[in-house]
């Protein structure tokens, strides 16, 4: 795990306000996933990305919430006018190549908290 | 959707092993079992994959059934910091040209581990 990162650890903001979370992958992994898990519940998939590609973001909320994996740089999760029901903890994790045979390794998460 | 069965939860006392089972009985000839284990909102931590052998590494083995339709994590000597909520998945291939490996995560097994 710790070879992902994942900052901030925790982050509290307002209702109406901008979150973006950032995720550094291990070195040398290109694929990134996102996940949410809201208080007492299970992990849900959010979306999947390889460098400057969306591959699949069929759990992302339709609206308010992005993905982006630059070719240099974090992965960010971007949430925008966050409202209370956003209060989760986020995790990604990144694998090196494609394939079924091949392991993803989470970072510790990112904690967020809507006031 | 998940495509795995496991029980909601187990106990087992410390120094023993601790057998985790898990039905997948529509896995597909080329999908792997995956475990993971989260400990108390940590991140997911990755345990150990196979596709039909069994396999072991440091932290435990996988015993896959002949037909594949269930499979046991092993802990061999349990320990109460293995107390932890234990994934099975099965890693599929998406619909996206067989390009998405995303991790789907049901509701896992809470493990406690009694001193």
């Known amino acids: 795990n710790a070879g992902v990162m994942q900052n901030p650890r925790h982050l509290v903001r307002r209702r109406g306000q901008e979150a973006r979370l950032r995720c550094s992958p291990m070195?040398?992994?290109?694929?990134v996933y996102w996940y949410r898990q809201l208080p007492e519940e299970g992990l849900k998939f959010m979306v999947y990305l390889q460098k400057e590609n969306i591959i699949d973001e069929s759990g992302m909320p339709k609206e308010r919430f992005s993905a982006e994996f630059p070719k240099e740089g974090p992965s960010i999760l971007r949430i925008q006018q966050v409202v209370r029901g956003d209060s989760a903890a986020y995790f990604c994790?990144?694998?090196?190549?494609?394939?079924?045979?091949?392991?993803?390794?989470f970072g510790q998460g990112t904690r967020l908290t809507v006031v | 959707d998940a495509k795995t069965t496991q029980p909601t939860s187990m106990d087992c006392a410390e120094g023993r092993a601790a057998n985790l089972p898990c039905n997948h009985s529509t896995i597909s000839g080329n999908e792997y079992v995956y475990w993971y284990r989260q400990i108390h909102s940590q991140g997911p931590q990755y345990i150990i994959h196979g596709l039909k052998n069994n396999e072991t590494n440091e932290m435990a083995s996988l015993i896959i059934t002949e037909d594949r339709k269930s499979s046991t994590l092993i802990l061999p000597h349990a320990t109460l910091r293995d107390t932890a909520v234990y994934y099975c998945i099965v890693r599929v291939a998406g619909d996206s040209g067989g390009s998405n490996y995303k991790l789907t995560f049901g509701k896992g097994t809470l493990l406690t581990v009694n001193p």
């Open positions: 070195k040398g992994h290109s694929h």
């Open positions: 994790a990144s694998s090196p190549i494609l394939g079924a045979d091949t392991e993803a390794f």
